[in-house]
């Protein structure tokens, strides 16, 4: 009977290694054919590097300038155009060293930051061993949404890393370290904001400690270089973003719209992401982990089409930390979602993640090592 399962085991594993495999091709022919000759004037990167250069040229106030982040953008070459840089500072200052290359060899290097960053996030958290690991690699960036964030130089991989690591570190109990690393989420905050949330409620202090510190000198750093001026206009231009259907479209914001009706959905998610975390105290990290990337999707109002990337890494926690089968048929379901994005729209994928967080929050919760004894490492699952 063992080696039966066993044997299914490992032919779905080599099922999902091929799907991921032809889902990675199809997503690289249609990036030679529709992207790739315009890689670095669509690339998203040419608007951080933008505005990492309005704020050298120009002093750091003017980083949320419109008319200077335009002109930066455009100054790079024929055939650039301009949308408002919307990220926190620290994106920049991630950006500004790239600006003593030129941009045609930063942007290559930016790129190669973020595929290894998507290779990191699934090193430390991909469960399995052997061909199950590269199945999960494959699916992964045969996933649509990984793979378009890639090609087009969001920092979704950046997030997916650093809260990766923050896993890695802190089921091994090096939470003050494992907080630093979380603060890297400031990048993009919305794909992980209610993480460092969930973790406190879940009993790991001295992490929430570590990574509130982090962000508060980040923040201080910021005020401090940006002035009342520049707060300001950074203040403009969220809120002439929140007025963007691009920016709400695949968020409760999207079909719902804003107002008190959405105010009132992110309460709800809210509340049963923390009375999740409080259940999963003592239990698997990976579930709080979890919790708080499905709740932050649900419950900001900027998602992004490759921001649904961070899923997969919120599936390969739940997976290694002893998934129930409802969750794993809502992980399934959520993939095929995720790579009919395009044709799906939001409503559906918001009822899978409705569905995953409401199957966090109230099934039995295994602790640590009831059903997989062996410690947990990169390279093993646990």
């Known amino acids: 009977m063992i080696a039966y399962f066993r044997g299914r085991t490992r032919l779905w594993a080599a099922g999902g290694l091929w799907g991921g495999i032809l889902l990675a091709a199809f997503d690289v022919y249609a990036a030679v054919v529709t992207y790739i000759p315009q890689y670095a004037v669509r690339n998203d ?5 933008g505005a990492a250069l309005a704020g050298l040229r120009d002093g750091y106030p003017h980083l949320y300038d419109l008319a200077a982040q335009k002109a930066a953008v455009e100054g790079l070459g024929p055939g650039f155009y301009w949308s408002p840089f919307l990220n926190p500072a620290p994106l920049a200052w991630l950006a500004t060293p790239l600006t003593l290359l030129p941009f045609g060899i930063a942007i290559w290097l930016w790129t ?3 595929v290894g960053a998507a290779g990191l996030a699934w090193w430390l ?3 399995g061993s052997g061909v199950a690991r590269y199945a999960h690699l494959a699916l992964f960036l045969g996933l649509f949404p990984t793979a378009f964030g890639l090609m087009v130089g969001q ?13 890695w570190l802190a089921s091994r109990r090096h939470d003050v370290a494992a907080g630093l690393v979380l603060s890297v989420i400031v990048i ?14 879940a009993g790991r202090t001295r992490l929430f400690v570590a990574w509130a510190v982090a962000v508060g000198v980040m923040a201080a750093i910021t005020l401090v270089m940006l002035g009342g001026e520049g707060v300001q206009r950074y203040r403009d231009v969220l809120a002439l973003a929140a007025q963007w259907d691009i ?4 968020a409760v914001a999207g079909p719902l719209g804003l107002g008190p009706q959405t105010y009132a959905v992110q309460a ?11 259940r999963q105290r003592g239990a698997d990290l990976g579930y709080p982990i979890a919790t708080g990337l499905v709740a932050s999707l649900l419950f900001t109002p900027y998602v992004g089409f490759q921001d649904f990337a961070m899923l997969v890494l919120a599936g390969w926690l739940v997976v290694r930390a002893g998934a129930t089968a409802p969750q794993v048929a809502i992980l399934v379901l959520g993939y095929a979602m995720l790579e009919l994005a395009l044709l799906v729209l939001a409503v559906p994928i918001l009822l899978a993640e409705a569905a995953l967080l409401a199957a966090l929050a109230w099934p039995a919760v295994r602790q640590p090592g009831e059903l997989n004894p062996q410690p947990v490492t990169a390279r093993s699952t646990p």
């Open 112 to 114: 190669a930051v973020l």
């Open 125 to 127: 958290a991909a469960p």
């Open 45 to 49: 990167f040419r608007l951080m590097y």
């Open 188 to 201: 993009k905050p919305q794909l992980a904001l209610l993480v460092p949330v969930c973790l406190l409620v």
């Open 268 to 278: 709800v998610v809210l509340a049963v992401a923390v009375a999740a975390a409080w």
């Open 247 to 250: 920016t709400r479209r695949y």
């Open 155 to 167: 920092p979704a991989a950046l997030v997916a890393a650093a809260v990766a690591l923050t896993w």
